[in-house]
Each structure stands twice: as C-alpha cells, then as structure tokens.
C-alpha cells in the first residue's frame, strides 16, 4: 500500500504535522497497530507499523508512544517495540516509566474485591474472561455469544462498576473497571509535556480512545480507524492504512528534520548592496534575506529549513509531471555583486539595487528567454514565524503581517495564491518570450507603482558602483580573477550605512552536518573587521578602514573605557540580544538548533586590541604612500593610545580565545601574541609618524614577549601550545612567528610550524584544534588556518608546500568564487557561515606573498 491510498487530504495534513519542531505520535495497539483478533494473546502488530513507529521514535525531535488498555507487561511483550518508544498501558495508568499514580491499601484491597466479582460472573458464561492488570481489572466477551455477552455485561454495570471507588471504562467487547483514575486522554497530556511536543497526532479505533480524540487541540489532530462516530477529524478504514500513515509521516518529517536536497554551501552565490546582502541557490532561490538589515530577521530563510522559511523561485516551467531541469551555469557579471542563472531558453538576472531610501531592502529579478517561467514567492517574515497574507493587485502583490510593509512589483502578471498550513505562497507562469518580465521587490514600503528610474538604470547604477570599485584595486597577479572576487565579496560584507563589516553573511550554517555547532555571524566582530579592512586596504581601498575606525570611535564613546570593548557588536554598534534558539527551523540539512545572536559577545577575547592598531599602521602607511599630508589622525593615533591602554590593564588575564571556546578561560598564547603585537605595533607607528610613545611602552612589549616565550614553549610537544597550561596545538599559535614576535629563522617556530602541519593539517585543510572545546560533535578544518600555514611554509623556506596548499585552498572555493569558513576533506564540501570574511581575507593574503 501507498501513500497515494490514503486521502488527500489526510496526506496534507501529516505533511503539515510533520514540519512541527516537536511532535508526539501517539497511537492505541489493538485495532490500529495490531489488528482486533479473538484471542487478545494472538494479536501481533502489523510489521509496517512496528517499522514504522521505531524509526518515527528515532528522529530528532520526535516522540513516539503506545497508549494501550491492555497490561503494560502484555503490551510490551506483543507489540515487539524498542524502547525508544513509549508504552503506557491499562489506559493510561501503567507508564514504562513507573506508574502515574501510587495505589494505596485501600485501593489495592477494593482491586482484589473487584477481581473476585468478576471472577465470579465470568464463570457462568462460556467464551467469558478477566484479566487482571495492576490497578484495573477487565472483563472480556469478544469470545462469548450475544446473549451471554449482554447478561454479563449487565451484571458488571448493576454491580461492582457502581462500587464507590471504582472507575468504569467500557470498549469494544470489554468492560473495565480501575480503582484509579485512568484516561488515555490524561496520559497523552502527560507524554506531551515530557515531550515538551507543540503538536500530537494520535490514532484510535475505540471509544475509550475518544478520551484521547477529546485532549487534542491547535495543531494536533486525530485519526480514526475504522467506523462509528468520533471525535477524530480523519479516518482510515484499517490497520493496514495505520500503517501507511505512519510510513508517510515518517518519510515527511525526516525529508523536513534533515534538509535533503539542501544545496551544497560552497555552490551559494551572494547578492550584495551597500546595505544588505542575500543568498541564491545554484537553481535561483532566493533562500536568505534579511530586513531591515543583514542582522535583522530573515524574510526568506529556506537555506535553514524548507521553503516554510521562505523563499523566492524562478525556474523553466515544464509542468507538474516532469522534474525541472538543472541550470547550465551560474555566474557573476563580471566586476559586479550581479548573478546571472542560465537554463536552455531562460535567464534569470539577480541583483540588489543600490538608489533605495534607507531602511528599505529591494531585490530586482529579471526573467528573459523563449520558454515560459515558473514564479514561486514565498515570503515568510521573522524567519518563518510570522504568518502572512499574500494580495494579488493590479501591478503586483501585496504582503501583510509583517512589521513592514513588502510589496512585489510585477505589472501584468497573474498570481495564484495558495494557503498551507499558516501560510500563502503566490505562483504565476510568466512567459518572457515578447521581453523580459521584472519582478521588484521592495520590502520597507508600501509603493508599489514605477520607480523614478528605469530597471536598466537601476541595475546600472548598481553595477557602476561595484565596477569602478574594483577598477580601482591593486589586486594580486596570482589567480587574479578570483582575487577580484575575494575583494568584492570582502567589500559586500561591509555595512556602508554604519561603517561596520559582516564576519559572513548568515547564521547557523553548520560547522558539522546534522551537528549543533552552528553560530550567528551576521554581526561585526572587532578583530574580523579589523582584518578585513586591513585586507582591503593592502588591495588599494582605504574607505572601508576609515569607516569602520568611525563606527569604532562610536562604541568606545558608549563604554567607560577601551579596556571594556565586547568582542562584538550589531551592525549599528549596539549590544547584541540573548543568544536565542528558533525551534521552528529544522535548520540547514537538518543542523540544529538555529541561533540568532551570539552568546560569545559576553566573553573576554584579549586578542582583539592588535588587529585594529596594525589596520590603523597599514593605513597611515597607504595614506602616506599615496601622498597625504596627515598620514595618521590624532582621532587614529588616540586609538591606537586606546588600545595599548586596554593591554596594559587587562593582557594578564586568561580569556576565551579568537575561537570563542565556551569553557573556562586560559592564558592563550594566540591571545597574548596580539597584545605583544598591540604594544609593538603601536611603537613602530609612533615612531614612523613622529608621535610620543609612552615610557612604559617599550617595557610592556618586552614582559609580555618574555613570558609568551618562557610559558608559551612546551619543550615536550616541541611547539608552542594553545595556551600555558596545556599540551594541545591551536592553528592560531603559528601567529607567535607571523606577528613577527619571534624570527622566522627561530628553530622553535619552525618546529611549531611542523607540530601544526602533523597533528592539524589534512590534506587540504588545516584544523583549528583538537582538544575537547565542551561541545558535542565535530568541525571541518578552517580555510584561515589553511592560509595561515601557507604564510608560515613561506616564512621557513617551504615555498613549494606553499605553493601546493594554496592551490588547494583556491580548489575549495564554490563555482562563482566563494569561501565559506570551513572545509570537510574528507567529504569534500564546504561548511560553516558563508561567505565568510576570514577565508577571503587568507585567500588575499596568499596570494600577495606567493607572487612576491
């Protein structure tokens, strides 16, 4: 038996429960999971749904139970079911986890009263039994003839089930009388909230189970099996169909759990603006966009689930019987944040247009070719946990529901709006045969008429911006197509509204599949941005590091001193919210939980003070380089005083590290590194530009080397470890020979740079770490540290082995040229946040030492 055999519409509504984030499956044994026989001993469950229900029990998130009026012990040993799932017996009084209720004297010797009436009635019909359970006892006649089936029964209701104390519940053929209170509609109350489940499907053939049909409520719903009157919204006619049913349910909520299908990160493309950035499948979903900004919630987040989350479609139209046909390629426009996407006969050209007031987010699509295209818009705001109502008008159609008004301009086209579950999708079949179809979306407005310019003049506005950009760049000559890519997509992270710069463009992207380390990025980091800008401007482009220094100006005047600096702030400089969890997103390949904001904001990461005094040197000397009369500002120049102050106060302490560890602190040596290189930098730059160093300067830099070198250096592993206290080896250790605070002819930075290649590069990529960091699961080795050890083969002389991981690292990049932030070398796809900066800015950075 198929899906297809049961009805529609109870297919659509196990698809809908299936997408719950937590769900009880419930379901009563005789009648839907084993079917009614006469001999209650011989009625064995059907194996389907014993399958069924034991791979139901084993997915994430999912709770799988038996209620049953049979004896615990007797359900156990027939239904042959695994301990994942739950078993409750005597209708709801037995749980496998001990009983719901104790039973006292009292009631134990009114049982044994019970007992012995029923006894006693049974004895003078034939094809009658009791059976005794440990707080009920149940008279069966299935087996006996009409006649003596009612005199029996007649004689239970008129004697012991009117005993005070007793409780009477009577099914198919059976009556039974408890000397406690037992309902199944109780007992599935009590497994939802164990279960924490927000819904519950539950499957019942007897009238004792409309006891259970009763309790639910909201999402939940019930199923009938076979006829009668119920409670239950559906119905299915036998045990066979429950078992189907439960496949089906099955099939959907692992598809929905794991993400199948989820593109491959590495094939993401990123739209860019000045403002805001979004994400585009290899086929042309828009599966990621934000508003009102990058680190606001998302409109379409279908990367992090299905398209429940939202998202936005277009493909080749080739009917409902015939799968859609892959795309021939995806690429940029040359020099551009424009992605063009190429079927046989259609074009899709995707792009973020630039001329729109602040606090709007607008997308423009453009559809050319000869056959005919399939629209899917999807918008789901607050990612997914808000429901909306899709208006079709005149021009286009119109959104409610959300905080701010979206529209999409699409004049002449025909929607079809559909509702599902909470939510409605518009559809249209477009034909760009006679000329190309434009959909605009505009979400912070209500305007749905013609824009001033023209479609062609906005995207020509667009793509000036990002062409004359990169004109500009002094790019390195080694692999120079994708270095113009790295730049541009480096120059798509930075928020031009604020200043500040994106570490990567999205949350939660797994750093292990199907793991839970998947963390927000969308925010700015001090030291990512510091870094990044610094990258930039070794490329020629010095505005982004004058505007991240601006925004940073704007957060020391918010806190009483820089020695207090958070590791990282929203877009806008603010604090970030409580780290938080959105169960309704089954995340990206089924990688949960889905985080917004950032738990590592409260950490204490020393580390972060050098990168922005060595991005304020790598400035002055641009400035200076390019003929300008104040190399360095006294406003840069009081920073740099700034961050040195913040050394001074706090460099002793242990911290959390650039990897953020959520465990206790440590003396890092990474961390202690840079605040040497804060000290050190911040001398040379004062005494290149002419300004007074502080006595005590000098002194600094030398203690903190001093100790680095005495407590850093772990003679036995012959390398310097991830921190004093611990022989593990940390990736970002090889900055003890990079910053220059020991010489690259020193034998103990060669022997760490080896130690590093041994026990954390493989193959293509170089680990972090591999010490035990408290979390579960595991990572993928980061493109950052890849680039770091290409920097150090070169510094001892390996040129060759840097020439050849190099080579890999730029293999890992996706079809249109990005990086995410992790590499599976095993698997051979990519991992974590994408795009993300660091990777970018190692790729950079290799290639300027390569070619020197």
């Known amino acids: 038996m198929s899906a297809q055999d049961l009805a529609p519409e109870l297919r659509r509504a196990l698809k809908d429960i299936a997408r719950t984030p937590r769900l009880l499956v419930a379901s009563d044994y005789d009648g839907c999971m084993a079917p009614i026989v006469s001999r209650p001993e011989d009625a064995r469950p059907n194996p389907d749904s014993v399958r069924a229900m034991r791979a139901i029990a084993d997915l994430d998130s999912t709770t799988a139970a038996v209620i049953s009026g049979r004896a615990l012990r007797d359900l156990a040993t027939l239904s042959r079911l695994p301990a994942e799932v739950h078993l409750v017996g005597s209708h709801g009084s037995e749980f496998d986890i001990g009983f719901v209720h104790e039973i006292g004297p009292a009631a134990q010797e009114l049982l044994a009263t019970v007992v012995g009436e029923l006894e006693a009635i049974a004895v003078d019909y034939e094809g009658v039994t009791v059976e005794s359970k440990p707080a009920s006892t149940a008279l069966h006649v299935r087996n006996a003839t009409d006649v003596d089936a009612d005199a029996a029964l007649h004689r239970v209701r008129t004697g012991p089930a009117t005993w005070d104390g007793v409780q009477v519940t009577e099914g198919k053929s059976v009556i039974e009388l408890a000397v406690i209170r037992t309902d199944k509609g109780q007992a599935l109350d009590i497994l939802r909230h164990q279960a924490g489940a927000g819904a519950a499907i539950f499957f019942g053939d007897d009238v004792t189970d409309e006891k259970a049909f009763r309790r639910l409520h909201g999402p939940d719903f019930g199923v009938k099996v076979g006829d009668g009157d119920t409670l239950a919204t559906y119905r299915v006619p036998d045990t ?281 990025y969308r925010y700015c980091w001090l030291r990512d941005a510091a870094l990044t800008a610094s990258a930039l401007v070794s490329v020629g482009s010095l505005h982004e590091a004058e505007g991240y220094l601006t925004w940073l ?50 950490q204490v990461q020393l580390d972060v003070f050098g990168p922005i005094v060595d991005l304020i040197g790598h400035l002055a000397d641009a400035r200076a380089a390019g003929g300008a009369q104040v190399p360095l500002t006294d406003a840069d120049w009081d920073l740099v005083a700034n961050m040195v102050w913040a050394v001074e106060r706090r460099w002793f302490e242990p911290d959390h590290g650039i990897w953020e560890i959520r465990g206790n602190p440590r003396h890092h040596v990474y961390s202690k590194v840079m605040c040497w290189m804060t000290v050190a930098r911040a001398i040379t730059i004062g005494e290149r530009f002419g300004r007074e160093i502080e006595p005590g300067w000098t002194v600094l830099r030398d203690v903190i080397a001093s100790q680095v070198l005495d407590q850093g250096w772990n003679p036995t592993v012959r390398s310097f470890t991830a921190a004093y206290d611990g022989t593990d080896l940390d990736a970002a250790t090889l900055h003890i020979g990079l910053s220059g605070l020991i010489a690259a002819d020193d034998p103990r930075f060669t022997q760490t740079v080896e130690a590093t290649e041994a026990e954390l590069r493989s193959g293509a990529t170089v680990y972090r770490y591999h010490h035990d960091d408290g979390l579960p699961g595991g990572e993928g080795g980061f493109h950052l540290c890849a680039a770091w050890l290409v920097e150090a083969y070169l510094l001892i002389g390996r040129r060759s082995d840097a020439e050849a991981l190099f080579d890999q690292l730029v293999k890992a990049a996706g079809p249109t040229g990005l990086l995410s932030e992790e590499y599976d070398p095993v698997a051979e796809r990519s991992l974590g946040n994408h795009p993300q900066a660091y990777s970018h800015i190692g790729l950079l950075r290799c290639a300027a030492l390569l070619q020197a």
């Open 240 to 520: 066979d169909q429950v078992a189907t049913a439960l496949a089906f349910l099955y099939e959907e909520r692992r598809a929905w759990l794991r993400g199948e299908n989820a593109a491959p990160i590495e094939r993401l493309t990123m739209l860019a603006s000045p403002r805001t950035v979004a994400l585009v499948t290899p086929d042309a979903k828009v599966c990621w966009m934000c508003h009102p900004e990058p680190d606001s919630a998302a409109l379409f987040a279908s990367l992090l689930g299905t398209v429940d989350a939202g998202e936005f479609g277009i493909r080749p139209h080739v009917g409902d019987d015939r799968r859609p046909p892959l795309p021939q390629s995806q690429r940029y426009v040359d020099g551009t944040m424009t992605v063009a996407t190429r079927w046989a006969g259609l074009e899709v050209i995707d792009y973020l247009p630039h001329d729109v007031a602040p606090g709007r987010t607008d997308l423009i699509r453009v559809v050319t070719g000869a056959v005919p295209a399939l629209v899917e818009f999807a918008p789901r705001p607050e990612f997914g946990q808000t429901s909306v109502q899709i208006e079709p008008v005149e021009d286009g159609l119109r959104v409610y529901g959300s905080n701010d008004p979206i529209v999409l301009r699409a004049p002449g086209v025909t929607w079809r709006v559909d509702t599902e579950r909470f939510y409605q999708r518009a559809t249209a079949v477009v034909d760009p045969s006679s000329g190309p179809i434009v959909f605009e979306l505009r979400c912070g407005t209500d305007y749905i008429g013609e824009e001033e310019r023209t479609e062609a003049q906005q995207r020509a506005i667009a793509e000036e911006y990002w062409r004359s950009w990169a004109a500009d760049l002094q790019l390195p000559a080694l692999k120079r197509d994708l270095m113009k890519r790295s730049a541009l997509t480096l120059k798509g992270l930075v928020h031009a509204d604020s200043g500040s710069i994106m570490a990567a463009g999205t949350t939660s992207l797994p750093e292990e599949i199907g793991g839970v380390r998947n963390w927000d």
């Open 553 to 602: 100006y704007r957060v020391l005047g918010t806190i009483s001193g820089p020695e207090w600096l958070h590791p990282l702030y929203t877009l806008h400089g603010g604090g970030l919210p409580p780290e938080a969890i959105i169960d309704s997103l089954p995340g990206y390949a089924g990688s949960r939980p889905v985080r917004v904001g950032n738990a590592a904001n409260q």
